[in-house]
């Protein structure tokens, strides 16, 4: 079965800084990755993802992620954080192929101090 | 266009009792999957359900159980409750057999006394 690991539970970072979130899964085959993010009152929502082709992928609001598949990780990124990013970030996985469920991490929580 | 809509909100079971937790799917979308989301935890696989039927399930016990109707919305009934079983419970669509994005709704929390 999948599993996702999530390595930090809770960052606080001050704006400007550079955000790193690290991200493990364990499955052997052919996966799809996900970040979604929760703002605060707000429902989950995707940040990016990635199927197949160039590892380094990049979602929504400055945000990119890298696919290392020798290292079964697949880190968030961000070169400058703004207040507004302050969320829960949950890293995912899904095997490749059909309505294949999807598998959560615990999570990430962001603040971001002005 | 309407996205994933949850009902109820927000309720208060006694242990013992049992709940019926609704969804309907983002306009287009087919498949529905629930999600049980502890305090502090990330959300947990409960079962998927596509052509209505349950296609996936995760680690939870026969208690819990859910039915897609043909409009593609979506139940989940979980029955002889108990404290361990308060949580947000998130119902997410998806439409694209290719992308696999969830959609999420707002989730309805059950507190279990």
């Known amino acids: 079965a999948q599993s996702v690991s999530q390595h930090n539970h809770h960052v606080i970072l001050s704006e400007a800084a550079s955000l790193e979130l690290g991200c493990n899964y364990s499955?052997?085959?052919?996966?799809?990755l996900f970040w979604y993010v929760q703002y605060p009152g707000q429902h989950l929502q995707l940040l990016l993802k990635y199927f197949s082709g160039d590892p380094l992928v990049k979602g929504i609001k400055g945000f990119e992620a890298e696919f290392i598949k020798s290292k079964f990780s697949f880190n968030l990124r961000k070169p400058s954080v703004q207040w507004s990013d302050t969320a829960e970030y949950f890293c995912a996985v899904s095997r490749s192929g059909g309505y294949q469920k999807v598998t959560f991490g615990t999570g990430t929580k962001l603040q971001v101090i002005p | 266009d309407a996205g994933v809509t949850q009902s109820p909100t927000h309720l208060i079971k006694t242990r013992g009792q049992q709940v019926t937790l609704r969804c309907s799917p983002k306009s287009g979308h087919d498949t529905v999957s629930w999600y049980q989301q502890a305090l502090g935890q990330g959300p947990q696989f409960i079962f998927q359900?596509?052509?209505?039927?349950?296609?996936q399930r995760g680690n939870f016990p026969d208690r819990f159980s859910g039915h897609q109707f043909p409009n593609y919305s979506s139940e989940l009934n979980v029955n002889a409750l108990l404290l361990g079983d308060s949580a947000l419970y998130l119902c997410?669509?998806?439409?694209?057999?290719?992308?696999?994005?969830?959609?999420f709704g707002e989730g309805s929390r059950l507190t279990v006394l």
């Open positions: 997410a669509s998806r439409g694209d057999f290719n992308t696999g994005e969830l959609f």
């Open positions: 359900y596509y052509e209505e039927e349950e296609r």
């Open positions: 499955y052997g085959g052919t996966v799809n």
